[in-house]
């Protein structure tokens, strides 16, 4: 390994692997380390440029924490996250397609009933969901497990927001339900709103720095999970929202644009009486049946 130059680098690398017992590994890293090689060859990036990624890097690590993942939130404006997503959930048609999850998600989210209020204070104007989820052959699927979670009509998650004395760090627009014996779901949360991903760290600067806003049109997220069923994370997508043609991390699916309406002050779908408009939202789910080893 002396006398290593320009042309001979990537091979000594690649050699430097030969012991590598994981298969896997071995292949993934060989492909990096050649694409690394060739993009730096490419581009001719130069020592400055090559420690300003160092620093950057750095950056994002530094800002990352148990709230804040920066590095997805990179991920996911690069669009590695959707090209990840789209090659490991290719589906039959007529199931919901999948898309990317996104930093916010809360292991362990409280449980609700069916017809629960999982806004749980959550700033925003009274939104009611309902649906159903069936398999591809068209039967309700009972006992799924819905994890559901949005953003605040300020554009924030739960997660995001330091706790108060009037209000203490708790689980706000984001639960978990189960469907029923015929594969119906329904809950109370809130309308959904378009807001910007976290932008005052490493990832918003770069993007500042490409011309990029930093904006999601308006959504709210679920993950399914039910028996003898491949697992649905994706999103539901306001439509109408003037950021649909331009997602920041480039989640929108045409299939996944519902209509939210809405309605004046009146009897609401729980047959309560609300005082103020509210929004219906209605979408049908349909899971993938799991593959089965031969």
């Known amino acids: 390994m002396r006398n290593i130059n320009e042309d001979t680098i990537t091979q000594a690398v690649l050699a430097a692997m030969d012991q590598c017992r994981d298969a896997r590994l071995r292949t993934v890293m060989t492909s990096l380390v050649q694409h690394l090689h060739s993009f730096a060859r490419e581009v001719k990036l130069t020592e400055a440029e090559w420690f300003q990624a160092i620093q950057f890097l750095t950056a994002v690590g530094h800002i990352t924490d148990d709230v804040r993942q920066e590095y997805i939130l990179l991920s996911d404006v690069l669009g590695l996250s959707t090209l990840v997503t789209a090659q490991n959930n290719v589906k039959p048609t007529g199931c919901t397609e999948a898309t990317v999850f996104g930093p916010f998600f809360v292991e362990n989210a409280p449980d609700y009933p069916l ?29 799924v497990l819905m994890d559901v979670w949005q953003s605040d009509e300020d554009g924030f998650y739960d997660v995001q927001k330091a706790p108060t004395a009037d209000q203490p760090h708790t689980h706000r627009a984001r639960g978990r339900i189960r469907t029923d014996a015929q594969g119906r779901y329904h809950f109370r949360s809130i309308l959904a709103q378009p807001y910007p991903i976290p932008h005052d760290g490493p990832v918003g600067q770069m993007l500042e720095a490409l011309g990029r806003h930093p904006w999601r049109p308006a959504h709210l997220h679920f993950m399914l999970s039910a028996p003898d069923h491949e697992r649905l994370i994706t999103h539901v997508f306001r439509d109408h929202d003037r950021y649909l043609d331009s997602d920041a991390v480039f989640g929108v699916r045409s299939t996944l644009i519902s209509d939210w309406v809405r309605h004046e002050a009146g009897t609401a779908p729980d047959d309560t009486t609300i005082d103020r408009p509210f929004y219906t939202l209605n979408y049908d789910f349909v899971l993938n049946p799991a593959k089965r080893a031969a």
Do not use: K, M, W, Y
Request: hydrophobic letters at 30%; a negative charge; one cysteine or more.
């Open 115 to 143: 017809g629960a209020d999982i806004s749980n204070g959550a700033r925003g104007e009274p939104c009611f969901v309902s649906g159903r989820v069936t398999g591809l052959d068209g039967q309700p699927l009972a006992g």
